[in-house]
């Protein structure tokens, strides 16, 4: 099943995160709807709030190399609680992916299942500015 594929990505990517200001490890990997999946972790930076999330870095490797069209993602961090992804996050998401899957993870393998829009109810949308 590829979601379990989806799931092992998104833990292991986390095993890349540069986190050395907060030290929470946060992975994320997208699934298209050709099947192919792309992983991201977060990265900060000395002037925090340059800091980018695991999310919008899968989201935008895919992006960056042509993909738009997407099935799920999901959010692996060591918490014992599930971890929902920033306001910043679900915005992109929204944007780029639409009413996708969100399945979070949470340190112990648990998950959770939600899609974009139970996230961020009546989001802001690109038809917004045709
Ligand atoms: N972070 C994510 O990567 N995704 C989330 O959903 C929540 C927060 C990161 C940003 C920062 O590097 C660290 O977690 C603490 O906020």
């Known amino acids: 099943m590829k979601y379990k594929e989806l799931i092992e990505v998104a833990r292991n990517a986390k095993n890349y ?37 695991a999310e919008r870095t899968a989201l935008f490797k895919a992006i960056s190399v042509g993909e738009r069209e997407f099935v799920a993602i999901v959010i692996s961090t060591d918490e014992k609680d599930f971890i929902t992804p920033c306001g910043a996050c679900r915005q992109v998401i929204s944007d780029l992916a639409g009413n996708i899957e969100i399945i979070l993870t949470n340190g112990s393998g648990k998950i959770k299942k939600f899609r974009t829009n139970d996230l961020l109810p009546h989001p802001f949308t690109p038809p917004n500015l045709e």
């Not at 192919?36 to 925090?48: F, L, V, W």
């Open 17 to 53: 995160s540069y986190s050395p200001y907060s030290k929470f490890r946060v992975g994320a990997a997208v699934l298209t709807k050709a099947g192919k999946i792309y992983s991201g972790c977060n990265i900060e930076n000395s002037s925090y709030s340059l800091t980018i999330c």
